[in-house]
């Protein structure tokens, strides 16, 4: 895939992980990121590597097929499901928006 990786990982497995085109340049744009993610993924259509869908996360058949794929060991569904319903905020000010009594700034 890049000299690089493969000089070092000669024998890494490699996966393209697919997000929404315009999930990814709505966040690139957002951090101030110069970046077209429709011609990047016309880069990684090209590339034969296993892909992994991230709109697919919520389903549990999807996640085990990836999990026995990737890790090898037994599936845990239940865990799966519980993990899948969380609500889990990357965005600190959506985190701190829902949460305001844990917001530092707003506490002084």
């Given at each position: 895939?890049?000299?690089?990786?493969?000089?070092?990982?000669?024998?890494?497995?490699?996966?393209?992980?697919?997000?929404?085109?315009?999930?990814?340049?709505?966040?690139?744009?957002?951090?101030?990121?110069?970046f077209?993610?429709?011609?990047?993924?016309?880069?990684?259509?090209?590339?034969?590597?296993p892909?992994?869908?991230?709109?697919?996360?919520g389903?549990?058949?999807?996640?085990?097929?990836?999990?026995?794929a990737i890790?090898?060991?037994?599936?845990?569904?239940?865990?799966?499901?519980?993990?899948?319903?969380?609500?889990?905020?990357?965005?600190?000010?959506?985190?701190?928006?829902?949460?305001?009594?844990?917001?530092?700034?707003?506490?002084?």
């Open positions: 895939m890049t000299p690089i990786v493969d000089a070092l990982y000669p024998e890494a497995r490699r996966f393209v992980l697919y997000r929404d085109i315009e999930q990814i340049q709505a966040s690139t744009d957002r951090h101030g990121v110069k077209n993610a429709a011609e990047e993924m016309k880069i990684l259509d090209a590339i034969e590597v892909r992994i869908y991230s709109s697919m996360f389903d549990l058949e999807y996640l085990e097929i990836l999990w026995k890790i090898g060991l037994p599936f845990d569904a239940e865990r799966a499901r519980m993990l899948s319903e969380m609500r889990i905020d990357t965005d600190v000010r959506k985190y701190f928006a829902h949460r305001p009594y844990l917001n530092p700034v707003a506490r002084g």
